[in-house]
Structures are given as C-alpha cells and as structure tokens.
C-alpha cells in the first residue's frame, strides 16, 4: 500500500504568488457516460517521492501505516456506549489473560530454542572432540565444516524460501513497527516459523550470531498471532478477540512481546521491561509498563521451571548453560585509580571500536542488500561462502596458539578435559597440556563468554590469544550480519568485548586490584554501550546476567562513557539499520531546520475527497484509481450552509461500506440506516493479508449511480492543524500522539477547508531537503 497517498494535499502556483489549497474532486459525467473528476485547478502539484518500499528482514516489499489512533466515527461511538460492563470486565481479562500467554508461550520457545541449539552444537563438537584426540585432524575438520555448513544451508533455505523477513536480528522490524510503520509478513506466522527454527540451526552451525535479538522478533510474532485472533490461512482463529482488531491494542501486545522476548533471551525480567521502553516501544503508559512486567515475570518463572526440570540431566547435552547466566567473581570489588583510568580507557575504547562497528556493518550490509536481491540461491550461496570462511577460521586458528601447560591443582580430567564444553581444551596437544584458543573458538558462543568471563585464573589465556580472538570475531561478526539467517548482533558484541576487556585487564594486572574477568564484564558493557547506545536497559541486563551487583557503578560509568564517545561519530546500529533498510521512522525529536519551515510547506500531491453524501462510482473510482489510504470527507450545501471539513474516511472502511452495498438512489442523509444495519466489529482491523480489496467488490452499473452517506464511517474529530504551523512541532505532534494523517487547515476563513493531509512520508529528510535543498545542514 502506498503511503505516500495516505491523505494528500499540495501547493499551487498562480499568477501573482503562490496559493495553497486542495484539488477539489467533484463528480461528474464524462461524454462516454462514464463517472470521471473534473479538472484540477492546479498549475503545478507537488509530489512526495519518498520510497515506499523497504527491506524486512532479506526481502524487499511496499509498506504502510498502521492507525494507532482511536478513530472515533458513529460506529465507534455506538460501540462504547452500548457496552456493557460484563464486556469492559471481558476486554480487562483478556489483556492481562494475553499477556500471561505470551509470557507463557515466549519462555516455552526459548527454552526450546537453547534446548536445540545445546544438543546439535553438543553432538557436533564432541564427534569433532574425538576425532581428535584419535589425531584425525583431517576428519575432523571436513567434520566440523561439513555439519556447519549442512545447518547454515538450512537456516538459509528456511529464510530463502518460507519468510525472507525472518532474516536478521528483527529488532530494527519490531521496532520500526512499534513506531507506526507496517509492512507484509513482517509479524506472520511463516515469519515466526523460520525464526525459531533458523536461529536453532544458524546458532548451532558455528555462525559469531546470537539468538538474542531474533528472541525479541520471535516474542512479538507471538505476540501479534494471538493478538489478531490467530490465522485464518492456518485455521487458528479465536472470535472472542474482537476486541483486539485494532492496531492500537496489537501494538501493546507486541511490546509486551518483546519485552518478553529480551527476557527469554537472558533472563533478565526487568532488562526485558527497560528494553521495550529504551529502545523498542515509541509510545508509553503506566499501564502498559505494568502488563509488560508481568509478561516478563511469567517468562522468568517458565525459565526457572524448565531449568530444574533439566537438572536431572533429561534434556540431553543441555545443562547449565544455554540460557545465559555468567557468574562472575561474587568477591568484594575493589579498585584503585589506575582501575578507574584502566575503565575511562576501555569506555572510550569501546565507543571508538563499537563506531567503526557500526560503520562497518552499515557498508556490508549495503553490499549483502545488492546479493540478496538477486534471488534465493544467491543467498543461499552467500551463507554457504560465509559458513566455510567461519569454520576455516574456528578451526585454523588455534593451530596458531601453543599448548599450555594444565594449572596445577587442578583435578585429573579436568584438564584437558573430554566434554563438550570446558575452558580446557587439548586440540592438538599433548598429555597435560591444553590448547585456550580452541576453548575459545570450538565451543558455543554463550560457553565463549563463560569463559572469557571465568575468574579462576588470570593466565588461562595469553594476550596473543585474546588479541587473536578479539580480531577474528570482530570481523567475523561483522561480515555474518546481514546474510539471510536469524541473526542477533548482542552476542558478537559481548565476545569482541569481554576479549578485549580480558586482555585489557591482563595488561593492568601488575598494577591492578580488579579481576580479569570484572574486566571481561566491563570491556563487554563498554562494546555494547558503542553499538547499540542503549544505557539503562544494558547496564541491567549485564547485571541480571552475571548476578552481581557490586559492579553498578563501574558498568555505569562505562556505558556512559562509550556511548557519549560513540555518538560523536555515528548512530546506534540499530538506527543505522532502520535507515539503511529504508523504513520512514518517526524520531521523537523534530530536526534544527524544521523549525525553518511551515506545514503549508510541505503538504504534497493531490488532495481527493469526498462530500458527505457521495455518488458510489465516484467512490470506486478514487478507490481504484489511487492508493490513498485516507480520503477528507467535506459537508457542503444543502447539509451545511458552507462548506466545512467533516472528518477522515480510512480507504478499508470505504472499502466494507461499499461491499455491504447500503446505498440509496436519492441524495439525502441515512446514515440511522447504516449504524442499524451494520456493527463496529465489522470494519475492525484486518490480520494479515485478510482485509478487503478494490478487486472484491462487485458493483452494478445501476449501483454505480447511487449514493452513500460517509458520515458513520468519518472520523469527525481528526488532529487538525494550521497550515501556519512550525514544521518542526508538527513533526512532535505527530510522533508523539502516533498519528497516521494529521490535517492542515487554512488560517483565514472564505478558502476550502482543507489544505492537505501531512504523513510521516512528509516528515521525512529525503522529502523535506529534496523541496528545499538550501536548508540541508550538509550542504
């Protein structure tokens, strides 16, 4: 659907300066008979030519608005006041009874998801642990290659082939759809399918990917399944959530599935609940603050259920890890200046290495974004090259570091050790003797971490190879993002960083009382904080995760520190990706040179409207002949002494009134008639894919020349602002009460009374310095 035409509006030129009205639509017969516009009165129409395609996930696909506002016609307000209090308790019920579900079914997948990714990684790394020890070093790696590159084939078939748009992490998608912006399949149950299940097998081929962020998408596809009623396509649908056929009441349900999918990620409840509100969700409540937080209460007590269910060794290979919990040194944390100025240095750091990160991944990106448009096997093609550079690396790296000799006193077995994962792994050594690159590299990313963040020993990894292992997940990180697998970017990031915090802190050890693994910790809290420039959210998740308080004020200050570094240079990654991906995002901030302009400005195209009481072919015309989501409904003589601005009529109401076929063949008020023979839930929102289309309707000749009244379908209360309003509070009104269209009317009285409809897509950069090129701040 095109947004662009959501509600237009346009500047015209005449003779003597510059007029801003609308072009206004009359109908009228053509010489064939036929039902046609008459002329515009406009020398010159100003277009808005902002893209309305993006990229979801590896798919390139047309996107739209979603109504977040309450949209009150006479079908709503009869909704609300013939309910009953019976139906207000009923609507209460099942928010809270849909957010326990979501927490239920968010922390049942994630435990299934760290199930299957244990117990495939497991297997694959002990068949490649004895071959090795049988010295088949060969064998070993066609292996170890040969079971990663099966796993990443058909992590990317499933997104290749099934759900283009469950490729990447998700969180630029939930988020841009949290802010108003909609786009096919971006939330259906194919999506949510090869979210789970590709993330279990691009996880489990060795990828430097998390499952983190695609949890966040996975916890709102959940979210929106139930939310919607369930599926038609699929048989799943639940008639008794009629109340929730609006994209205001779906967008709180996919918050909640966010936050839900962040705690079934890390276990971290209330990091969950601060991620939706930092850097998720656009539009907050107290009540929704609360249903999010039982949401992530419910996944918390699902998780601890599951995992002492596990501690009786039923769930195979799957122990005490997979879902994530570094215990680092609980002793006293203290610290002297030179550990404060080993901690400014790792800040800055990370705010300089998270920059270029993101600045790297942006160009890749780009790159994978030109290789991916060219089909299917392309991307596959492109998981297979960059699942053999992977594996060439996992496993030819540690033939670079030398065996170390076993710590003595520890237990025989131990090291090295035959299990699956361990920090101390023989690779090629000999007898007593361990190779710690190996325990790096051959394990799964979250036993990586564990590692790195281990205290038990300052020298159970050397500086060349924490330097070594620092490099080769940096890039590796950076060039696996953007293939079309589910891929998180929290884990790579906390690698890269808690390596080269390790290797800072071995460094300072003569001189510093701080452990190597608290070094581990902040030097991945300060990578993060570079990256993804979140700060309260991470700083407690961190905290959940390692389950250590005593750091608070060190992980503050390096989160602070990085982030203020990083933004002096570029915008979080997930920023740049919502940009890069082409997805018109509302920022919560109006630009320096909005205030420059008015909201005459900018209105662009050709406004069409209706009157009150409309001919039907007009209707169908404008509907055909157009992609306007939403069309001014204007009262003129005989129903109003002049001509007034009656409302907004949305293109899908129009499109149910038209089907109902409630038309009359004099021009005359009755809308009574319709508001009895219809109801509210029948122009409720559709799910994907189910609403109604200009191609569906089925329209006599006869019917065409009949009339209909808009008035029950019109909102007559629609934002509306002077066209003399500052651009840039435009913009804030906008955002801020999550409109869809917002009306410009004119200052002085005796013009028409509509000047233009103004759109997120006229709020954008490429639109407003595209008009006026002089105000570009670049130039």
């Known amino acids: ?5 959501e509600g237009d509006h346009h500047d015209i030129e005449v003779e003597g300066g510059a007029l801003h009205g609308f072009e206004r639509k009359i109908s009228g017969i053509l010489d064939d008979g036929s039902v046609g516009f008459r002329q515009p009165l406009l020398a010159r129409n100003r277009k808005n030519t902002t893209s309305q395609i993006a990229i979801v996930g590896a798919n390139t696909c047309p996107i739209e608005s979603l109504d977040y506002e309450i949209f009150e016609n006479d079908f709503f307000k009869q909704d609300w006041r013939s309910r009953k209090k019976i139906e207000i308790l009923q609507y209460t019920f099942l928010k809270w009874a849909l957010a326990f579900l979501i927490g239920l079914a968010t922390g049942l997948v994630g435990f299934l998801n760290n199930l299957g990714v244990e117990n495939i990684a497991g297997f694959k790394l002990l068949l490649i642990g004895n071959l090795m ?99 038609k396509k699929y048989r799943l649908t ?45 539009w907050w409540r ?42 680092v040194n609980s002793g006293p944390v203290l610290y002297s200046t030179p550990d404060l100025l080993g901690i400014v240095f790792l800040g800055v750091i990370g705010g300089v290495l998270g920059s270029l990160y993101n600045y790297l991944v942006d160009k890749v990106l780009r790159t994978y974004s030109i290789i991916n448009e060219r089909g299917p096997r392309f991307k596959i093609m492109l998981v297979m090259a960059i699942s053999i550079l992977s594996s060439c690396c996992a496993f030819g790296l540690p033939w670079l570091s030398q065996c170390t000799p076993c710590p003595i006193g520890i237990e025989e077995g131990k090291c090295p050790s035959v299990g699956r994962s361990s920090i101390y792994k023989s690779f090629q050594c000999p007898p007593n003797h361990y190779n710690d690159l190996s325990s790096l590299l051959l394990n799964t990313n979250d036993d990586a971490i564990r590692n790195l963040f281990t205290s038990r020993s300052e020298n159970e990894f050397h500086i060349s190879t924490l330097a070594i292992f620092f490099v080769a997940v940096y890039f590796l990180g950076i060039i696996t993002y953007g293939i079309a697998i589910p891929s998180g970017l929290f884990i790579p990031v906390i690698l890269a960083g808690a390596s080269y915090g390790r290797l800072v802190g071995r460094l300072l050890g003569p001189v510093s009382q701080l452990d190597v693994g608290l070094f581990s910790l902040l030097g991945a809290a300060s990578f993060l904080g570079g990256t993804m420039r979140m700060t309260v959210s991470l700083c407690v998740i961190l905290l959940e995760l390692t389950n250590n308080l005593l750091m608070l004020p060190l ?102 009134l038209l089907q109902g076929k409630r038309f009359s063949k004099q021009r005359t008020t009755f809308g009574s008639q319709i508001l009895r023979s219809c109801k509210a839930r029948d122009f409720g929102k559709a799910g994907l894919g189910k609403g109604l289309k200009i191609e569906d309707l089925d329209l006599s000749e006869e ?77």
């Open 286 to 327: 107290n009540a929704l603050l609360w249903r999010t937080f039982f949401t992530t209460a419910v996944v918390a007590v699902v998780l601890r259920s599951l995992i002492e269910f596990c501690r009786s060794g039923r769930c195979g290979l799957f122990g005490k890890g997979g879902l994530i919990m570094f215990d």
């Open 133 to 231: 020890l049988k010295e088949k070093y060969f064998q070993a790696f066609f292996a170890f290659a040969g079971c990663n590159l099966i796993l990443a084939t058909a992590a990317a078939s499933l997104c290749a082939f099934i759900a283009p748009a469950a490729a990447g992490s998700g969180i630029p998608e939930v988020k841009a759809y949290l802010n108003g912006i909609d786009a096919y399949s971006i939330l259906a149950p194919s999506t949510l399918f090869v979210k789970i299940f590709g993330s279990i097998f691009g996880v489990a081929a060795g990828f430097v990917v998390g499952k983190e962020g695609p949890m966040v998408h996975t916890g709102a596809c959940i979210a929106n399944l139930l939310g919607q009623g369930g599926s």
């Open 703 to 779: 019917e065409m020349e009949m009339y209909v009244d808009l008035h029950p379908i019109t909102n007559t209360s629609p934002y509306t602002v002077l066209e003399t309003l500052s651009l840039a509070k435009a913009a804030i009104l906008f955002r801020q009460l999550g409109l869809r269209h917002l009306c410009v009317v004119p200052k002085t009285p005796g013009r028409p009374p509509i000047v233009g409809i103004l759109t997120r897509h006229d709020f954008m950069p490429e639109h407003v310095l595209g008009l006026y090129p002089h105000i570009d701040p670049l130039k």
């Open 555 to 656: 992980v503050m200050l390096v989160l602070l520190i990085s982030k203020t570094v990083a933004d002096c240079f570029n915008r979080g990654v997930y920023d740049q990706i919502v940009t890069m991906k082409g997805l018109p995002y509302m920022e919560d901030h109006a630009e320096p040179y909005m205030r420059n302009l008015v909201a005459k400005d900018v209105v662009s195209g050709a406004l069409i409207s209706f009157s009150r009481v409309e001919k039907v072919g007009v209707i169908w015309q404008a509907l055909k002949m157009t992609r306007h989501n939403g069309f001014p409904v204007i009262d003129e003589p005989p129903f109003t002494e002049a001509s007034e601005l009656c409302g907004i009529a949305l293109r899908s109401h129009l499109l149910v």
């Open 238 to 282: 639940w008639k008794w959530l009629r109340f929730f056929k609006n994209d205001r009441d779906r967008r709180d349900l996919i918050t909640c599935g966010a936050a839900a999918g962040v705690a079934a990620a890390f276990r971290a409840p209330v990091g969950g609940v601060l991620f939706a509100l930092e850097e998720a969700a656009s």
């Open 1 to 5: 659907m095109d947004d662009r035409h």
